[in-house]
């Protein structure tokens, strides 16, 4: 059985909101009421499948942001294929 470490500052990360929406992002801090949180994009469905926007339009792409754990449901590391697509997306570095 392997044991599930939980979520490492750097790491890409998916986020489950109480809302329903689902928030791909780089961690870069976590206190104990909140998660700091690098680009965050949205899951949004289009017509050629899902893709990734913004979460926030109004604020800098490049500011992070301060995500309250009361509004969390689920948290975990993101599949290889969204992080890659995710660093690609917000770095322009391509991974093998």
Known sequence: MLIDKGVSVGEVITIKLTSGEELVAKLIDETATHYKLSKPLVLSMGP???????????????KDIQLNKATVTVIA????????????????????
């Open 77 to 96: 590391v993101s599949d290889k294929e969204f992080s890659n697509q995710y660093i690609q997306g917000t770095t322009g570095i391509t991974l093998a």
């Open 48 to 62: 050629k499948g899902i893709g990734m926007v913004p979460y926030l339009f109004t604020v800098s792409p490049d």
